[in-house]
């Protein structure tokens, strides 16, 4: 029996995709329960909870969220997210504030783990929804703040 011209591509087009596939870990590999080592210089967190979402601050200038080496504004910057961006986070700690200075609740201690272990956000650094930016800087209304489930909390490792 002859195989069909198309049969012949079919197969030779399977073969490459299945090569270049398999260069790779497949999309769901993160959602498998094995351990993975945290980055070189990144502080890890042991507890948290399964991933949820906050974003980038776009409230006042600047914008954004800074990503640190450790829960603590004098570690080693590492990443940033420009704002309104979506950040997943899979739990927090209390730590040193990040602006002490800054109007409840914005002075929080509290710092969000970044879930793939590259880092740390601070409190006033992400909020609850995106929000629109206040170019005067005078708003009083800073947008919702990020949830702080408690049964999300951490420890620093």
Sequence with gaps: ????????????????????????????????????????????????CDAYQVFAQNRWDPVGAVVRAAPNIASKRVDGYAANQSIAVNGWVHSRAAYPT???????????HVSDDSGWV????VRETPI????????????????????????VQ
């Design 122 to 125: 601070s409190f006033a650094g």
């Design 1 to 48: 029996m002859a195989w069909s011209r198309e049969f012949k591509a079919g197969v030779i087009i399977s073969v490459i995709l299945t090569i270049v596939a398999a260069g790779s870990a497949p999309w769901w590999w993160q959602y498998l329960p094995w351990e993975h080592e945290v980055p070189a210089g990144v502080t890890g967190m042991s507890g948290g």
């Design 132 to 155: 629109s930016h206040d170019p005067t800087g005078l708003s009083p209304d800073g947008g919702p703040p990020a949830a702080t489930p408690g049964n999300c909390q951490g420890a």
């Design 102 to 112: 800054n109007t409840a609740p914005w002075n929080s201690n509290i710092w969000f």
